[in-house]
């Protein structure tokens, strides 16, 4: 079995895209478990195929270097914030691109202000079941459930797109139609297709939060919320953004122990091929 | 975590629903443990927001009151229908609408004999793979495969409708072409808008037994039975009686031991939600 | 609970079709299990009803013969390959149409030979996530990976058609391309519907291997490949084949290990329902 | 895989002892699902030797009939029994020694009522984890909590001896050291040896309530009760039995939802092996 | 299902012990989930007598108050901290016994502060496999891996007896042998009952780390250690504290979603059941 | 986590001791899976601290290097034999004692075969469950239930010890008591200090078969065995080896699909870190 990313022995050098562990879930509300998502993830991909017959390039054909897992005290954000906001930047400053796996959902933050201050016009495509909006949760400022409107804080105007959120509070929805380009409960290719167009000559960060899918697509995370996208509409999502500039992303909230036919991991792992395509393919073309 | 839906705190006195659970099992024929669910139901209900952004009313507005579960001998009917009976007769004496949490179909039958003695009009709109319509089940009268058709000898006539039904003798099939309204395998969003317009003036029971939902969305049931209903069209399904006056409900067989990643549960924690709103929305408007 | 499937006492003299498990899974590369299949299969159906409304079809009136499974050296295929072959062409030599219940797809090589002695112009109608046409995989000519390859060598010319590939390498989705029919990724039914006419007064076998479902609705294989069919698309792609001559079948992958819920046991149960009506359904009309 | 107990073919005519499934559950207060056990033990049978090292006989040199499962409405416990008795009554008259495999613990009572038309002198060897000694629970007389209080009924004066108990009322701990041979907490293989000794001219029932064993050794039943015996403990119980005349037995409780591992099951088979052997050695000996 | 432990329904007021879940895991390192744990063990008490047979007293001889659980933000210990120690504080003010449900082993360390400013001379009894005596782990001084070493610095000389320790670092074994009361691997019922003896007139806190017990009789843990204590031996080591003035206790690490057969969970209830017994039985004798 | 064991990051020049992946489970007759088990206990390493409390060493003080995994066709035993022997062979010529990490039993096969050709008297202490004495096994000569039967064809004479077996047909214990030394049942110190005296200056090779154990210390094996040894028994009865010189040895039969709480991979990892500090220590005393 693999012990980096479809075997990826690509090195750091001759790679443009960093594959980054990212294993903290300590704000996780109600279950936790998302932390062991990038050795799963890992260990998993023998069995999904390399070639890609959506966008027909083989993923051995793209280089990414696995740069294994971040480390770090699992339940002091204050900290992990710095280890990761470091480690993101410096390789940005390398001129690579990260690609981040989590985790929850709360690890979008550092590694979005590491961008930021790269890129300092950088847009977001946000795929999620929950708008992530709160201003507190529990008491805390930063948690799973804060992590987008700290982003929002973060980078001016209308830059964040949110899709497919179908859970939050009413001042959430009202604060997203107000304050981003909010396209609630499904995944519309058509609108996406113009949000692409509009960003064409954008440096644009993607998160995504595998709870967009629907359980019956991906039990295996930790707050299933019945109502989501098919994994079909989430992959034309995706492709969509083929002619984007996608300088950075992330796939959070894989969370095994819930994941006991082992689907929603081989889910992640062929999302990930794709992005990773995504991401790469301009090199190759 | 919460002892009551979504940690409810609302009297008895101010409420108008009563939420009921009725853990009974015992003529499940295949695999047993719905009597789980009311609590299951309850515990898990801090994983969903009390916020509906479809109908955009938020539980905590909605005045339901908790009423725990019955309690009786689990596998004696005769003495539980009598105790179901008694109790929900009590609740709709006194003003309230009741929504009871199975437990296994067979609650229904006592449930409605209850409501039949309130509302001699009532209809009933019943979602369902099965059509529970056997004269007697491994020789019993009274079981979960034979709860509808005990329920059409109550009430005179043509005030069932039937939808999704995808399973049965074909004996049960043209029964229920011939006596009920039947609209099997799918539920046509269309047929129900002219079924909701036609019952406007009607008092309506509505009873969802969850395996209507295709096994894929809905695997933590005792009968799970490919070529469902997607999570999405019941809940259309479910919408379009809006404008319904909806006197009782139930939801039934959801089953905790075959719900391995709790996804089904938050599936009729959504649904509960939903229905719930339904029922007391006219209230708040 | 039933020890043949439906608890079939059909006598083998008076069907015309025999149901042959097949319990082998011994190249399976990611997860074996396949072999308990047969078995679960048997003591599942209970839980579903022998009248399809779909095809208004009482399985009991159809007589087929359970005839239990083989047995052999569970990782020697040379030798299982032999007794395989030389029980499927006895039934076939008594005039009975055979209906294999897997185990892995490699299963299905010995099964389509002993039909090839007796059927010379067979065309066989393959649905499938994963393309099997690797020339070896492992460093083995026999596998799960390369059965399709080996059954093409069996058959001249364009004689297989594939269905709902989406996994593979590059050279299998040329080499398909090329030498077989293929309509990758879904089970376009007017395809399907002009594939049976084409072979109208042909014999056709059909195999099917499971996964080439959403692993939504059917987690429990050894290689849950995300992207698939629903349950519905494909008992409407088997539906399109009523006219058709089904002369043989199998049904593959299956991996009870993995289906905590029972749910694809269920599923599988209902296929070979659906399947077996369909290739007795002439008989009756 | 085995569709009857180690794939006996034994006939009826020639075997002493006749293995007998009784798959109903109904009365389970807390967790349901031991009317899968019997199925369940004779599947996995297959992963056990026939080979006994302990008894140093092999089970094929046993003759026992496997006759199936039992039929009837699983939760209509008054038309059960007669059925029980009756097919039991039927066995013993013939000559036959019956094996019961529940199944719940109320199952015993049926049978045993058979046994003492035929031995009216039978005396009765009970393990447990619990006393099963209620006069009544949940309001109902005939329980798998007031089993051997009606068995207690049937027969007169000291012929129960109870072993394993930790758990009941005070009152069944009173009643038992009262009025049965009550030997709590352990399985005192001295104080067994000495009942055996007493018991050498009588006819001896044994009931095995699987949970007298501890949940590390048993944890797949419906009510684990921590602190009970080892599996070796259990076996030199059953061992110490070796010169008794044991017309009848039964094991019960074994619920294969929860026996996530099967370890259970497969402990619950070899109990059944030696005790079948314990049974039929005489005649080969 | 009760929604307190054993459904008491004692009042505060007339209750000595007060049982109060406190459900945080955010230290977790290994496997996160034991917040789950005061909720499942109420749910699952219905499958536990009342009553004891070792010590021959029912609990609902004994008066305790289920408080529910502490509510706060999961991951902000300094926080957490706070409301545990004023909420303990506040109950033993009032003259009330705690008994803490956890939650992982840090929510200790705010108990037994609040215990040291009413008791000085507080003594701590540990059942542990885990000596937690690193001064830091990760980075932190406040973790699950460090709270025996944050309590040893809370009170002075040697105050606390470590029994079952078997996992640690070498340095940790030669702090508590220098430090400490030291018996590592087992529970030796003799040096208990001498340890209990010693401090027959002080006041004694039990801190009781689940994971103390075998993974065989517990595998429902975060941090499975294997070579532990059986149940029995659990059990007659606290019962050598019988005479002892147990002020109070905390049982912690339950971890419900490894807890698959449930058997953990009822294993935890029995201990509280007894530990309840042994904390309450001076008041009944 | 760690990618090696223990995250072990030894070199292989300064490593007496080379660990070995052989993940390799096609002649499983029962349930399959044990082809997972190096990548497990690999993973879950972080979860067991590297100092032993018992042999008071730390696993950092020994050098050891995880080779990985050996790859190669995984149901082709005559070309896995080659690859296994031939690897196996070079360490040993290098000056190397290998660690095994299996995988099924028949792996041991290989391994020792290559052992032989270096150490010519090589001695083997064997721990399992099962006799593994057939000479064929469902018609082949090679398969986990004869590789105890090829391996003492390989070597002359009584150089066998067998311990802890329970399961087998007679023939296979009426040859062991024969031709090894054989100590079924149990793992008896006593004879094993004796056999370890007599082993002095031997080289020994020790193979654990983990089904040894008790299923309710090992639940997570393909043929659970009831009736076997505790872990503290096993413990012990490598402790008796430490005078012995053990020039390898390998470890089997962890199958993770059934290790539902991951405790016997803790086992496993125990067990291994024992046995390495067993084959190490000689060095640093």
């Known amino acids: 079995m693999p012990h980096t990313f479809f075997c990826s022995q690509d090195l750091y050098e001759s790679s443009d895209i960093v594959l ?18 990038p050795d799963h993830i890992r260990m998993y991909s023998e069995g ?7 966008q027909e390039i083989d993923l051995r054909e793209i280089a990414f270097y696995d740069a294994g897992n971040l480390e770090g005290p699992i ?25 981040a796996l989590g985790g929850e959902h709360l690890i979008s933050l550092p590694v ?34 804060t992590v987008m409107r700290r982003i929002y804080e973060l980078i001016e105007g209308k830059r ?18 107000q304050f981003l380009h909010f396209q609630p409960f499904c995944l519309n290719a058509e609108v996406l297709r113009r949000v692409a167009e509009a960003l064409i000559d954008k440096a644009v960060y993607v998160t995504v939060d595998l709870d967009v899918l629907d359980p019956s697509y991906f039990p295996g ?26 300088v950075g992303a992330d796939i959070v909230e894989l969370c095994p122990p819930y994941d006991h036919s082992d689907a929603s991991t081989m889910t992640a792992i062929k999302l990930i091929r ?3 395509l995504l991401m790469g393919r301009s090199k190759i073309e």
């Open 20 to 37: 980054l562990g990212i294993p903290f879930d300590a704000t996780s509300s109600f279950r936790p478990g998302s932390r062991f998502a």
């Open 48 to 54: 999904i195929e390399s070639y890609s017959p959506y």
């Open 75 to 99: 339940n002091n954000f204050s900290v992990l914030r710095t280890i990761i906001h470091t480690q993101v930047k410096e390789f940005l400053t390398q001129g690579k691109k990260v690609f």
């Open 112 to 145: 979005v202000e590491a961008y930021t201050s790269v890129y300092p016009d950088l847009h977001i495509i946000h795929f999620d079941a929950h708008a992530d909006l709160r201003d507190e949760y529990l008491g805390e400022s930063y948690s799973h459930a």
């Open 160 to 177: 964040i797109y949110q899709f497919g959120i179908r859970s939050g509070l009413r001042q959430e929805f009202e604060f997203a139609s």
């Open 221 to 246: 995370t930790g707050t299933p919320e019945p109502g989501g996208a098919t994994f079909h509409e989430l992959l034309q999502a995706l492709f969509t953004l083929e002619e984007v500039n996608i």
């Open 274 to 276: 794709e992005m990773l």
